[in-house]
């Protein structure tokens, strides 16, 4: 299994650094994604589905480095990615395709080793299966929850977690989502154990991943739980 990173990105909530997809074959990222609830709407329950991932055009960016990666391997490396980033990077997004749950802890290790020997500041990766395949990942990237109850569950195991916060919902595009801040900056939403939710300041403010930081799994131990409103 490898991780095809790019170096620059115009996603205008992560900023322009640089991001890995899992896999090289679209089966590979689907393995990687298996047990997820958010890959697919359950045809009985009707819940779940609704993955940016899957149901975006992220997917068909994915594709086209699966494929131009064949012929030049070397442009869809970490070396290559943080080579070519712009001056402006201070963190790398992994995995914004699939789950890196499917890589062993020496190798999540090591993307946040050259980062910071690259410059940068560190490493953003979320783990949806932190409590069975993706345990050995502690430490390295955030615990993905579904529930606050799940959120609080993480924290008490050693993550820190960021979690989906589906009673409100935010419009889809960037500008619209800006109209609404008012609104959804003031929200507070606590965990059943009383853990205050922070807000992902890229949906209720005017700050990218890159110019926030609070996601990078290694630091901001006082704030344990990141809030990311469903859209």
């Not at 990105?9 to 298996?34: D, R, W």
């Not at 779940?48 to 494929?67: D, E, L, N, P």
């Not at 502690?138 to 009673?167: F, N, P, Y």
């Not at 889809?172 to 507070?188: N, V």
Request: glycine share 10%.
């Amino acid at each position: 299994m490898k991780m095809l990173w790019r170096p620059t990105s115009n996603n205008s909530k992560t900023g322009n650094i640089p991001q890995g997809y899992v896999g090289e074959t679209k089966e590979q990222t689907e393995a990687s994604c298996a047990g997820c609830k958010w890959r697919r709407k359950d045809p009985v329950t009707k819940t779940g589905g609704g993955c940016y991932y899957w149901q975006g055009q992220t997917q068909g960016a994915h594709q086209s480095m699966r494929v131009r990666s064949q012929s030049k391997p070397k442009e869809y490396t970490i070396e290559y990615a943080l080579a070519n980033a712009r001056r402006t990077a201070r963190y790398i997004r992994a995995a914004v395709g699939g789950d890196p749950n499917v890589f062993s802890r020496d190798t999540v290790q090591s993307w946040h080793d050259k980062a910071k020997a690259a410059g940068l500041q560190g490493v953003l990766a979320y783990n949806h299966f932190f409590k069975d395949k993706g345990s050995h990942l502690k430490g390295l990237t955030m615990a993905s929850c579904d529930t606050l109850e799940q959120a609080d569950e993480a924290v008490d195991a050693g993550w820190r977690a960021a979690v989906t916060i589906t009673s409100h919902k935010l419009p889809g595009s960037k500008k619209q989502q800006l109209r609404k801040m008012p609104e959804w900056a003031g929200q507070i939403y606590t965990t059943p154990k009383n853990r205050r939710v922070v807000l992902c300041p890229a949906q209720v403010g005017r700050r990218d991943c890159n110019t926030c930081g609070l996601c990078d799994p290694t630091t901001h131990q006082q704030v344990p739980i990141i809030g990311f409103l469903q859209h």
